[in-house]
């Protein structure tokens, strides 16, 4: 087995079936002194290929000095310096400044590959959380109306959306319906009256990616997903309804129809059991099938495979179907969201859909790599794509800002709405962080302190939080994640997106 006895994450056949922080069992993986890195600026760290044999690129580490210290407690760096060593790999490994330890890739990492030069698809570069991803509503309402309501709403929400490991729908579908749903994502659902056209067009991809092949989806994988369509889950996955605290953009805010003091929803969950289960899958294949590759990588948890070869197509096939799972997932909570919100606060409530932005995925996409543009597979593992304004894949009624960029906290933190900018097109593949990054494994952050009273010391802050289980709290309390303000200071400085607004909870469900 690969898992040693302190990992929290349980082991099938050898793989860890969710991304762990605790310490990894690769004997062959040892931890990079920090001082081998190379500073370039106040946001940019160097691990020059020559730091470990087999490296055929750079690892490019985007974070302050003081996040830098805590890169020391795991193995995050090594990983960025193993995925410089994929074959076919086109410019730097990267990291962003939520960077931590995962399956394979860190979380937080970022690597293109050429499918035409040997690049290869590999399962830890996406995660086993498919597009997990971040879904901002606009709101018809100020914060002035709406919190001496805020208990009545949340308890609403959290009657209407399921939230909770396992935990199934009131969205109910035949096997062929989900295959629908797998093929379509977000339009399938829009057609069956679980949305507005509108929203599709406000959604990375337009809420489905081609490509999709159900039959790639083992039966299995339906099976855990066939009645999770419209629920949240568990761990780091909420529902927050927040307000616009602050506004750093003015014209991009307007854009995208922010206003101060404006109540907000933002969603954050991803394909369900359907997803894990498709990664568990193509783990095992891929695993398998890289033997005849010849593949000479330090961590069996990098296994890859060509782009081109039978295995890694089908891979991105049942990728994508998960993808589009995703979408439609998130699509069913915004109509029961819809839902909460007219039965408190009238039939005349609007939650618009600003965007919907993935995190765990890899794409093909055109990218100009010394003056030439090439077809590449981008790999965003806990990361999200950041195009600028006039990039044709941006929505149009966003097109002269740039692509909404949705970074959620931790409850009881803030959060932050960014657009997408030049320089990460340059630098990034077009890409910047997803969130806050965990400095507390889950284990550590239930036997800490800070766990004592979570919920009141948050309703204290005026933030109404209701859970499934107490561990839904305890597990995800700030304390055990990095600082957001400072990460989003990190990718906003660097140039590789653009602040926006800030936003501030007033009520979170939870699994």
């Given at each position: 087995m690969l898992c040693n006895r302190t990992t929290q994450s349980v082991c099938y056949n050898g793989f860890r079936s969710r991304e762990s922080s605790s310490t990894s069992t690769q004997h062959n993986i040892m931890a990079i002194p920090i001082e081998k890195l190379e500073k370039i600026d106040d946001y940019r760290w160097m691990i020059p290929r020559t730091t470990k044999p087999g490296m055929l690129t750079d690892a490019l580490i985007y974070t302050d000095e003081r996040m830098l210290r805590d890169l020391a407690k795991d193995l995050s760096l090594e990983?960025?310096?193993?995925?410089?060593?994929?074959?076919?790999?086109?410019?730097?490994?990267?990291?962003?400044?939520?960077?931590?330890?995962?399956?394979?890739?860190?979380?937080g990492g970022v690597a293109a590959t050429d499918p035409a030069e040997?690049?290869?698809?590999?399962?830890?570069?996406?995660?086993?959380?498919?597009n997990c991803g971040v879904r901002l509503l606009g709101s018809s309402l100020q914060l002035e109306e709406t919190r001496p309501r805020i208990r009545d709403l949340v308890n609403q929400l959290f009657r209407d959306i399921p939230c909770g490991a396992g935990r199934e729908g009131e969205i109910q579908i035949s096997y062929s319906e989900l295959d629908q749903a797998l093929t379509h994502g977000a339009a399938w659902m829009v057609e069956r009256n679980y949305g507005d056209p509108d929203d599709l067009i406000r959604c990375e991809e337009n809420g489905a990616m081609d490509g999709a092949d159900p039959k790639a989806v083992s039966d299995r994988a339906k099976k855990r997903g066939l009645a999770q369509l419209g629920t949240l889950g568990s761990g780091n996955h909420f529902l927050e309804v927040q307000y616009v605290e602050r506004i750093d953009d003015e014209d991009a805010a307007r854009t995208l129809g922010l206003r101060l003091k404006q109540i907000v929803v933002l969603i954050?969950?991803?394909?369900?059991?359907?997803?894990?289960?498709?990664?568990?899958?193509?783990?095992?294949?891929?695993?398998?099938?890289?033997?005849?590759?010849?593949?000479n990588l330090p961590d069996r948890q990098l296994a890859c495979v060509p782009v081109h070869s039978r295995e890694g197509q089908q891979y991105l096939a049942a990728m994508r179907a998960s993808a589009n799972f995703a979408w439609a997932n998130r699509q069913g909570i915004t109509h029961f969201a819809r839902q909460a919100f007219r039965r408190i606060f009238g039939p005349a409530t609007e939650l618009r859909l600003v965007y919907d932005v993935c995190h765990n995925i890899a794409k093909l996409e055109r990218h100009k790599v010394n003056g030439h543009e090439r077809l590449l597979l981008v790999h965003r593992k806990g990361a999200t794509r950041a195009f600028p304004p006039a990039r044709p894949e941006v929505p149009a009624p966003y097109r002269a800002a740039g692509q909404p960029v949705l970074i959620p906290g931790s409850m009881g933190t803030a959060s932050y709405v960014l657009v997408g900018t030049e320089g990460a097109m340059k630098e990034t593949f077009g890409t910047t962080c997803h969130g806050a990054g965990r400095l507390m494994s889950r284990?550590?952050?239930?036997?800490?302190?800070?766990?004592?009273?979570?919920?009141?010391?948050?309703?204290?802050?005026?933030?109404?939080?209701?859970?499934?289980?107490?561990d839904g709290i305890s597990e995800e309390i700030p304390e055990a994640y990095k600082d957001v303000d400072a990460v989003v200071n990190v990718v906003h400085n660097a140039g590789i997106s653009r602040r926006v607004a800030r936003l501030k909870p007033i009520g979170v469900i939870k699994g």
């Open positions: 990983q960025a310096v193993n995925v410089a060593m994929l074959p076919g790999i086109v410019g730097r490994s990267m990291a962003m400044p939520d960077i931590h330890q995962g399956y394979g890739f860190p979380i040997g690049g290869v698809i590999s399962p830890g570069g996406v995660g086993f959380d498919i954050h969950c991803g394909s369900r059991g359907l997803g894990h289960q498709v990664c568990t899958d193509y783990l095992r294949e891929l695993d398998e099938s890289a033997k005849r590759y010849d593949y284990t550590a952050a239930k036997k800490s302190s800070y766990a004592q009273n979570a919920r009141q010391r948050l309703e204290e802050q005026g933030i109404l939080v209701r859970a499934e289980t107490k």
